[in-house]
């Protein structure tokens, strides 16, 4: 069977070579030639047929020969916000991992009880680039930088807003009951979904989030990790609104 070979190009059509990293990698240890065919997408739904038409050293150009939307594989925009583990690697096992389930974006969020303050995004985003292309997703996650938990919940969503804690004197909803109601308008697709640290929200902070208009929620019976939460999370929501092929 014939290798296929998959290349992020942010803006594939303006475009007439691969990115430094991608040429590199083209090259020295897929050793591309000219004539060879491989595929590029551009992370916002659509992946293209293309030729090498050349090669150098560090640069690798290429001519599109066909141009490939692809269908969307779930409705709405999902979006996590969610706060880092102190171990990173624990993070990055979680972004690989939601990207190849599928979802919009992810945030990552400064909580009272927050283990890490700081986070290298970029990072964040070299792993799901890896992932997009590894799983042959057409959309990459949009990855936001480490921000306050206060400044997040007051910023507008649209859609469906949850936070995710384990207080039992704040009632919670079943967080999959409440995701697989048929959405009354288009709006309703878009879920936004809060996951805490390992400590949990602060009291205070669930309260906040409920008063911006979340929803306080349970991802179930069992006691979850940051990162398995989270995952977790983004797994329902693809479920709830994934679009059924044909």
């Given at each position: 069977?014939?290798?296929?070979?998959?290349?992020?190009?942010?803006?594939?059509?303006?475009?007439?070579?691969?990115?430094?990293?991608?040429?590199v990698?083209?090259?020295?240890?897929?050793?591309?030639?000219?004539?060879?065919e491989?595929?590029?997408?551009?992370?916002?739904?659509?992946?293209?047929?293309?030729?090498?038409?050349?090669?150098?050293?560090?640069?690798?150009s290429y001519?599109?020969?066909?141009?490939?939307?692809?269908?969307?594989?779930?409705?709405?925009?999902?979006?996590?916000?969610?706060?880092?583990?102190?171990?990173?690697?624990?993070?990055?096992?979680?972004t690989?991992?939601?990207?190849?389930?599928?979802?919009?974006a992810?945030?990552?969020?400064?909580?009272?009880?927050?283990?890490?303050?700081?986070?290298?995004?970029d990072?964040?985003?070299?792993?799901?680039i890896?992932?997009?292309?590894?799983s042959?997703?057409?959309?990459?996650?949009?990855?936001?930088?480490?921000?306050?938990?206060?400044?997040?919940?007051?910023?507008?969503?649209?859609?469906?807003?949850?936070?995710?804690?384990?207080?039992?004197?704040?009632?919670?909803?079943?967080?999959?009951?409440?995701?697989?109601?048929?959405?009354?308008?288009?709006?309703?697709?878009?879920?936004?979904?809060?996951?805490?640290?390992?400590?949990?929200?602060?009291?205070?902070?669930?309260?906040?989030?409920?008063?911006?208009?979340?929803?306080?929620?349970?991802?179930?019976?069992?006691?979850?990790?940051?990162?398995?939460?989270?995952?977790?999370?983004?797994?329902?929501?693809?479920?709830?609104?994934?679009?059924?092929?044909h």
């Amino acid at each position: 069977m014939k290798e296929v070979r998959f290349f992020y190009v942010p803006d594939a059509v303006s475009q007439t070579e691969l990115p430094q990293e991608e040429a590199v990698h083209a090259l020295r240890v897929l050793r591309l030639n000219v004539g060879d065919e491989i595929f590029l997408m551009d992370g916002k739904g659509v992946f293209f047929r293309a030729e090498v038409s050349m090669t150098s050293s560090k640069h690798c150009s290429y001519v599109i020969k066909e141009s490939m939307p692809q269908c969307p594989a779930w409705r709405g925009h999902i979006h996590l916000a969610i706060a880092p583990t102190k171990m990173t690697e624990r993070m990055e096992w979680m972004t690989e991992k939601a990207t190849e389930v599928g979802f919009d974006a992810l945030t990552f969020l400064h909580c009272q009880y927050s283990e890490r303050k700081t986070l290298r995004t970029d990072r964040m985003e070299r792993i799901a680039i890896s992932s997009m292309k590894q799983s042959r997703k057409a959309w990459l996650p949009a990855v936001h930088p480490l921000m306050s938990f206060k400044d997040f919940i007051a910023q507008p969503h649209c859609g469906l807003k949850f936070i995710c804690h384990c207080y039992d004197e704040i009632d919670r909803k079943d967080f999959f009951t409440e995701i697989s109601r048929e959405p009354v308008d288009d709006a309703d697709c878009d879920v936004c979904v809060l996951i805490g640290p390992e400590g949990d929200f602060s009291l205070d902070e669930v309260k906040q989030a409920i008063g911006c208009g979340f929803v306080s929620v349970s991802l179930g019976q069992s006691r979850l990790r940051t990162e398995t939460a989270g995952l977790s999370a983004v797994m329902m929501a693809q479920l709830a609104r994934r679009i059924q092929s044909h």
